[in-house]
């Protein structure tokens, strides 16, 4: 199976601070990719570089073989790649369905759209409200109610759910649960389920081994700038990852080429 993504010999500089070292990725279709690493191992570096927040100084991205340079974010979801980021980028005074289709909305047909640049709401909170149900979470009543006024769980569904929607090739996800509670989390982690069921592949950074371990196919070890290793959770254990990823423990050469 060829990778929906890859990036190969990455490298990212701040000055005299190297974030991204030659660093390499591949992810499949269908799988949920974990990214893990020690804090300021460059984990985010490479998962701003795919999404298109920041522009590597060397290196190569593919997207399904083809090779792609983004030079915004918004570059990269038109090319089919969404990210929900880890302070989910939501505006709390606008409705869910306004945030659904925040900076993508859409106008009325005829001269009203055309000219006048009216929205079509109806169509909008149509569309934002089957999103919902297809991942559970009509729990929210109104469509037009205010994001502030949800859980933390409910708006991280609701950034789910608005990734989910629009990603039409894969989805990445910066620390899905870091701000949650038990309940809210596995709630989070349901939906990342759902998303993965429904055909998409998934990049998922996260610090939360019992939620790694759980949900991945592959985890992408991330160290020192670039890829350690890639393993799969069945054939290691989770103080295996933590060794590896601190440099405490050497992983296999057979593991440390993959």
Do not use: W
């Not at 859409?106 to 640049?117: A, C, N, T, Y």
């Amino acid at each position: 199976m060829e990778p929906i993504l890859t990036a190969r010999g990455l490298v990212k500089r701040y000055g005299r601070v190297t974030a991204l070292d030659n660093a390499d990725f591949d992810l499949y279709p269908g799988e949920i990719l974990a990214v893990i690493g020690d804090n300021g191992a460059g984990k985010s570096s490479l998962i701003k570089a795919i999404s298109g927040a920041i522009r590597p100084d060397e290196g190569e991205i593919r997207l399904e073989g083809k090779p792609v340079s983004f030079s915004s974010p918004m570059e990269a979801r038109e090319a089919g790649i969404e990210t929900v980021y880890q302070n989910l980028a939501l505006s709390p005074a606008l409705s869910i369905a306004d945030n659904m289709f925040l900076g993508r909305e859409i106008r009325r047909s005829g001269p009203l759209g055309q000219f006048f640049r009216m929205l079509d709401r109806p169509k909008m909170e149509k569309i934002a409200r089957e999103k919902l149900s297809e991942l559970g979470l009509m729990t929210i009543q109104n469509i037009n109610q205010a994001v502030e006024t949800l859980s933390g769980g409910q708006r991280q569904g609701v950034a789910v759910a608005r990734a989910a929607a629009f990603g039409s090739k894969l989805v990445i996800m910066d620390e899905p649960t870091a701000a949650l509670g038990v309940k809210e989390s596995r709630k989070v982690l349901e939906l990342i389920l759902d998303v993965r069921r429904r055909g998409l592949p998934i990049v998922l950074i996260s610090h939360n081994m019992p939620h790694v371990f759980e949900v991945a196919d592959r985890i992408h070890i991330h160290r020192l700038g670039k890829r350690l290793c890639v393993i799969n959770p069945k054939d290691y254990t989770m103080s295996d990852a933590v060794a590896f990823m601190t440099g405490a423990k050497v992983p296999p050469e057979a593991m440390a080429a993959a």
